[in-house]
């Protein structure tokens, strides 16, 4: 499937996943930055999604944010869900991550907005919380709100599987030296790089208390067409 394709069937995840999140209760409101913090995932088709139509001088300012971040402390995913997926069904195991929301925010914020909002990728479309997290200190998201992020966690990685993930600030800033490869689906990720290699879907990892509720959601995944 050629990148156009791709980027049709990511936005139409995306799309399902937002008309998901709009039927249920949750706290969030526009201008509410808790949660963008520096340690968010990102595939490499997400992180062309964002970048494609970004000027030279945008994309320059935006390296430079990146950039000047990077060299921070901030989370580095040791495995993709799809990895895990199958790491948990061979009961391997589980690479050791380790993450702290006071490692500071995300370089991409603006005056508490973000301005790729419409761009965004899944790791931010899917931190929700029941309730205002500000009150609180901290996110409480449903279990099965949890279940259908991992399954479309899957998806977007499924359809970049010839690519890559890593933390939002890494994959953005490796993109450019990783294009070539990444279209012509020769990616090949060092090890002890901050970069994963991503993985096919193999087995998904619902719990059986939400396999059939999930189901309708499963289903349009399935049959999205382009
Ligand atoms: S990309 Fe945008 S929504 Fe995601 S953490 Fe950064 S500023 Fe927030």
């Given amino acids: 499937m050629n990148i156009d394709s791709r980027l049709i069937l990511l936005d139409k995840i995306y799309k399902i996943y937002d008309d998901f999140i709009e039927s249920i209760d949750v706290a969030c409101k526009k201008f509410c930055s808790v949660c963008c913090t520096c340690n968010v995932t990102i595939t490499s088709l997400e992180s062309y999604k964002i970048l494609f139509d970004l000027s030279a ?3 320059k300012l935006l390296q430079i944010k990146l ?4 060299e921070t402390q901030h989370f580095i995913p040791q495995t993709t869900t799809n990895r895990l997926a199958v790491l948990c069904a061979q009961d391997k195991d589980i690479p050791v991550e380790e993450i702290d929301s006071s490692w500071g925010e995300c370089p991409l914020l603006t005056n508490n907005a973000c301005p790729v909002y419409n761009k ?8 929700v919380s029941k309730h205002n997290c500000t009150e609180t200190g901290y996110a409480e998201i449903d279990p099965f ?3 259908v992020n991992t399954l479309f966690l899957q998806f977007i990685e499924h359809i970049d599987c010839d690519g890559y993930s890593g933390n939002i600030m890494d994959v953005m800033l490796s993109f450019e030296v990783q294009e070539k490869n990444w279209r012509n689906k ?3 990720v060092e090890p002890g790089s901050r970069l994963i290699k991503n993985h096919p879907v ?12 999930i189901m309708p959601l499963f289903k349009k995944l399935k049959n999205i067409t382009i």
Avoid at 67 to 70: D, E, I, M
Avoid at 120 to 127: D, S
């Fill in 120 to 127: 965004r990728p899944f790791g931010c479309r899917a931190f």
């Fill in 145 to 147: 709100v949890l279940s």
């Fill in 202 to 213: 193999n087995i998904l990892m619902v719990p059986p208390e939400h396999r059939s509720r």
């Fill in 57 to 59: 001088a945008e994309k």
């Fill in 186 to 188: 020769q990616i090949s």
């Fill in 67 to 70: 950039a000047a971040k990077c």
